[in-house]
């Protein structure tokens, strides 16, 4: 009963036709819980995009059931509303999604579609801009938008919706580097605020650093359900799959095979990675120290130099921080996030991440989980 | 249209009322055309052209130059087939070794008047379409009650509108890098291809577009956010002192007898 109650999703022997296509999903049962960040991976034409759609009512199973907080989908217009509301899905082409002609003009689509006040619009638009980082262009025409950038706006309309369940059909596809990390950090940040995500993706490094929980769909089978590690150690499926484990992955168990490391905890990426080769060399790691920003608390460019020549590390985490330390700094100055933080207290240095107040103690949840993991002394204050 | 519908978004005049622009410009076009004195379309002309530079803040981008010219050129030579065709006295001529043309005084006038005419309505539409975009447009017939289907279908095919020549612009230059455009025939057959297939790709993002819509809780009703002005008094009072005073003008003009046929 326990379990039914966090689940948010679920598919009970869902089958799919398209006319003409064959079967697109094949007797699929699954449960998206509450909470958590599911990646759900298979090869092209595996059926994932389709099988997003159903979450959403945007298909309906030919068989089976899909049903949203335990309650089975109904397909009449003002349920399919309101489940779309509760359900945003991302496109993986943004441009299947955009609308409107200018940034705020689509952001504001959805909620507008919902009937809310031009007040409670308005709130939404500001606060999804300023999470995509996007309010500087909000007057902009969107087929002036880069491809990394109307990524971004397509996201920002999903959250406009405020949904409880995020799903994203390969998020990360098409964008660079740097890119795939803003956004990789802005839905840790949107987990942090307790939203359920569900992601697509064929990069297997990406999925494995993010996700708690992982599906794979294979010619419209559900063919695993589970953790990372039953995945990546059932060699058999991923052989069919075509699938590789990470890298992190595949050097962890070869330097448990070598004698170097033992096989537990395992890594999900390098900066893990390397904070188990701290505690193998019993080397020391730099602290943290969070310091809360709101517009009260703005870091002035004084300050945050300050720090730098200190020798200190100095970061962000979250959109808010982002966005005002972007007012005081220089645009040429690009202050490393969570992750590139924990990277310089590796080094030795000390670090200090600027966060708004409600993300703090997941941060410091985060930080004391790894010490624990990795059997380490970091301290946050 | 690109150009146009960017230049729309940076126009100094975006947030004026579209229903009270369109009001105004309707008025000085029925003004202009009303008119039996040159002197009206040569004020509109003026008002226009002041209009329009304001709106695109003086600077004439390449889109607008190429669009005033061509148009220049083709009022033009209309102007002068009408000076030409019109009977009247012969105020001059001129030889042509094979033949001979005649302009007449009434020939000569007509076409002043026709020209200044047409460059007159052409600088106030462009006004218009300077500082409007589709999307207020289309707000707008919503307000004069047009069917919102109608509003809804132009809102519709400005945007896909864009991604049909992104799509019509990659298949281009995937011909392109396929030699598909080496020699005549061969240019013509490619043409022919994309033809087909944009019509066939049109169908699939028609799907898509479809699947993105509903994902995103479209009602069959396209609101916008930042909603443009209504037609307020002042509007409708600039319009009607324009639309009399110009009548005005005209009347003592034809009365004195200045600028008449």
């Known amino acids: 009963m326990s379990l039914l109650a966090n689940t948010l999703v679920e598919c009970k022997n869902l089958s799919f036709e398209y006319p003409n296509r064959g079967m697109a999903l094949r007797d699929v049962s699954l449960r998206i819980e509450e909470g958590k960040k599911t990646a759900i991976l298979g090869p092209n034409g595996a059926g994932k995009s389709t ?44 441009d299947d999604q955009i609308f409107s002609a200018t940034v ?19 709130a939404r638009v500001d606060e999804a801009l300023s999470l995509v ?42 964008l660079d580097p740097h890119m795939v990390q803003e956004v990789l950090e802005l839905t840790e940040e949107l987990h942090m605020k307790g939203i359920t995500l569900v992601m697509s993706t064929h990069e297997m490094e990406v999925a494995y650093s993010w996700a708690e929980d992982f599906k794979v769909v294979h010619q419209g089978r559900l063919m695993y359900s589970g953790p990372a590690d039953g995945l990546f150690t059932n060699r058999s499926l991923l052989d069919m799959l075509g699938f590789q484990a990470p890298t992190v992955y595949r050097m962890n168990e070869e330097m448990c095979r070598s004698g170097l490391f033992d096989r537990e905890p395992v890594p999900r990426d390098m900066t893990e990675m390397r904070l188990k080769v701290c505690r193998m060399n019993r080397r020391s790691v730099g602290g943290m120290r969070i310091k809360e920003v709101d517009t009260e608390r703005v870091p002035t460019i004084i300050e945050v130099h300050g720090l730098i020549s200190q020798g200190k590390a100095v970061g962000y985490y979250g959109s808010t921080a982002k966005h005002l330390l972007a007012m005081t700094l220089p645009s040429d100055v690009r202050l490393p996030g969570l992750t590139g ?10 670090a200090v991440l600027y966060a708004e107040p409600k993300l703090v103690p997941s941060i410091v949840h985060h930080i004391n989980s790894l010490a624990q993991r990795y059997e380490l002394n970091i301290k946050v204050n | 249209m690109f150009e ?83 009977p009247g006295t012969t105020v001059f001529s001129l030889n042509l070794v094979l033949f001979k043309i005649g302009f007449s ?20 539409m462009l006004f218009f379409a300077t500082s409007t975009p589709i999307p207020y447009f289309a707000d ?30 990659r298949m281009y230059l995937a011909a392109q890098c396929r030699l598909g455009f080496k020699g005549k ?16 790709r049109s169908l699939e993002t028609a799907e898509r577009q479809n699947v993105g819509l509903q994902c995103r809780n479209y009602q069959n009703n396209v609101c916008l956010f930042r909603e443009p002005k209504g037609i307020g008094y002042a509007w409708v009072m600039i319009s009607v002192v324009s639309f009399l005073a110009l009548f005005q003008l005209n009347e003592i003009c034809v009365h004195v007898g200045i600028m008449l046929g």
């Open chain 2, 4 to 86: 146009l519908d960017e230049l729309a978004y940076r126009s100094a005049c975006l947030r004026w009322s579209p229903m009270g622009k369109f009001l105004f410009v309707l008025t000085l076009l029925v003004s202009s055309l009303l008119a039996k004195s040159l002197l009206i379309p040569m004020v509109v002309l003026i008002v226009g052209t002041t209009l329009l530079g304001y709106s695109i803040h003086f600077r004439i981008p390449r889109v607008i130059g190429i669009i005033l010219l061509e148009a220049m050129g083709m009022i033009v030579l209309g102007g002068i087939i009408i000076a030409a065709v019109t």
């Open chain 1, 104 to 122: 705020e003009e689509d952001v504001a689509f959805g909620p507008l579609n919902l009937g809310l006040p031009r007040d409670e619009v308005a």
């Open chain 1, 51 to 94: 099988l997003f759609l159903h979450f959403n009512g945007v298909l309906k199973p030919r068989s089976g059931q899909v049903m949203f907080d335990g309650r089975p989908i109904v397909y009449r217009n003002k349920e399919l509303s309101q489940l779309r509301k509760e359900v945003a899905v991302i496109l993986q082409n943004p």
């Open chain 2, 185 to 200: 025939i061969n240019t013509l057959r490619t043409y022919a291809k994309m033809i087909t297939g944009m019509f066939i």
């Open chain 1, 341 to 350: 933080c924990l990277d310089k207290m590796i080094d030795g240095r000390e």
């Open chain 2, 140 to 169: 707008m017939l919503l307000r004069l009650k047009v069917p919102k289907e109608f509003a809804e279908l132009m809102t519709m095919v400005y945007r896909y509108s864009f991604m049909l020549f992104d799509e019509a612009g």
């Open chain 1, 133 to 174: 980082d996007m309010s500087h262009i909000r007057e902009r025409p969107s087929q002036q938008l880069s491809f990394g950038q109307r990524k971004r706006l397509a996201l920002a309309g999903a959250l406009a919706m405020r949904p409880k369940v995020l799903i994203m059909d390969e998020p990360t596809a098409g």
């Open chain 2, 105 to 124: 005084d009434k020939g000569l006038f007509t076409a002043s008047l026709v020209t200044v005419r047409a460059l007159a309505g052409m600088t106030v």
